[in-house]
């Protein structure tokens, strides 16, 4: 049984940083990212990273500020958040997939997501 689980998320003031983490278990996965949802709109790709962790990719909103890596030895993907903004504050959702390309977001499966909450 797969189990995607988060952590980290929390309260920070704008300008700070935080660091997520989701450990996978019962399964290894091609691509691994970071979805995110704010209240009232709609999901927002935020990050992925393949296997070989040699080609991040990256929403727009985040570029230049999110850094995505994993440990595969661990079974583990990070999102690390600088600079963070009030409007990054969403629940972030860990997503894996088990072939390296996802269609339209639509991965295999979901963690059951971790608020981060981003003071003014």
């Known amino acids: 049984q797969v189990q995607l689980v988060e952590s980290g998320g929390g309260l920070v003031q704008a300008g700070g940083s935080l660091r997520l983490s989701c450990a996978a278990s019962?399964?290894?996965?091609?691509?691994m990212g970071w979805v995110r949802q704010a209240p009232g709109k709609e999901r927002e790709f935020v990050a992925s990273i393949s296997w070989t962790a040699d080609k991040p990719n990256y929403g727009d909103s985040v570029k230049g500020r999110f850094t995505i890596s994993r440990d595969n030895a661990k079974n583990t993907v990070y999102l690390r958040m600088n600079s963070l903004k009030p409007e990054d504050t969403a629940v972030y959702y860990c997503?894996?997939?088990?072939?390296?390309?996802?269609?339209?977001?639509?991965?295999?499966?979901w963690g059951q997501g971790t608020q981060v909450t981003v003071s003014s």
């Open positions: 019962g399964g290894t996965f091609s691509l």
């Open positions: 997503a894996a997939h088990i072939s390296a390309t996802v269609v339209a977001g639509t991965y295999d499966y």
